[in-house]
């Protein structure tokens, strides 16, 4: 079993920038492809960002390229999103999940076996 807990998300402006972190509970954290998906009102899941097991090969959405980054820390069971360049089109509550050993598929939401509460985000203009 995996939990996973976000923080890190808030109000801020168009520019801004945000840091997100999820931090896993559990053994084996080294072993979980990590990804970070994010739901705006109405909307489906959208994937944001991912890295692959095993050799954590990031991924990132075409449409956040440049502005969005994923890291992890293994050893603190923690993985991170780094957003730059907010506008008010990111805002979403955004989501961390983990897949065991997930080398394809990660942009489809229901291939992770475990998903975070949530950590909202809102970008105001």
């Known amino acids: 079993q995996v939990q996973l807990v976000e923080s890190g998300g808030g109000s801020v402006q168009a520019g801004d920038s945000l840091r997100l972190s999820c931090v896993a509970s559990?053994?084996?954290?080294?072993?979980?492809?990590m990804g970070w998906f994010r739901q705006a009102p109405g909307k489906d899941y959208e994937f944001v960002a991912a890295?692959?097991?095993?050799?954590?090969?990031?991924h990132v959405a075409d449409s956040l390229e440049g502005r969005f980054t994923l890291s992890r820390d293994n050893a603190e069971n923690t993985v991170f999103l780094i957003m730059n360049s907010l506008k008010p089109e990111d805002t979403a509550v955004y989501y961390c999940?983990?897949?065991?050993?997930?080398?394809?598929?990660?942009?489809?939401?229901?291939?992770?076996?475990?998903r975070g509460q949530g950590t909202q985000v809102t970008v105001s203009s």
């Open positions: 890295d692959t097991w095993p050799y954590y090969k990031r």
């Open positions: 559990g053994e084996s954290f080294s072993h979980y492809a």
């Open positions: 999940a983990a897949g065991w050993e997930l080398v394809a598929d990660f942009t489809t939401p229901e291939v992770y076996g475990y």
